[in-house]
């Protein structure tokens, strides 16, 4: 089966759905690449979940995860060196990336269609999708462009754990951008907007930039896993006595708007 004859059947079966497609890229070396039975068995053993309607090979298949219609596809190219050099520039998980990509030969193409599940609960899916494919592959990294992610495989597979006991691993899921300016640190999710939420933005702070980044990692994972929506003109914070002003502006750093957090 060809997967984008599947996207387009998948597409007009679930015209009336909300949620959007969901979309990343195993990388391999080498002319490596996944096989599919270890895919499936690994999901069914490891994750303990069940895979029906399997249709396709090693090329191109599509396959059922508890009403989730998900497509896998090999692709025997490099991925375009303009969007690995894009988001590997941001990439501070991984200063290595450029060079260590360099020597990749192809890559795959996960794909989650579109669906009316929560969208926590479509990212934990395609998660454990993607750590089947680590850990029956050879396979070096993850690429989410949706997300500006690239994850080198031992980072990805550190979640592990935590998938195992449904947990919500948002640096899987959630790239935060991080700038040091004249007037101040600043701090910015990449990837909110999949989860239907604003994304979040901190502006000319006086915290370091480590500090940013563990404030906006944990309110992001609280309004992940908790499902909360934020609203201009109330505050929010870590402990009861923390309440930091949220006000909805244009993105600095991101398009549309966001919820600027004055910290």
Known sequence: MALFDFLKKDRKKKESKQSNILLAMPIFKSGDSYQLDKVIDNIETFWNLTVTDIEGDDKAASFTISGESIAI???PVEIPWGDIEGTAQYAYNWPSALKDLEVHTGHAIVSIMASQKSP???FKILSKVLGSILLTSNAIAIYQGTQSLLIPRNQYLDHIEELKENGSPVALWIYIGLRKLSTGNCAYTYGLKEFE??????????LSLEELFDFIFNITSYIISSDVTLKSGETIGLTAEQKIPIKLSKGEFVERQSFKLEI
């Open 73 to 75: 596809a090999n692709m």
């Open 120 to 122: 926590i609960e479509r």
């Open 197 to 206: 939420k604003n994304e979040i933005e901190i502006v000319d702070s006086k």
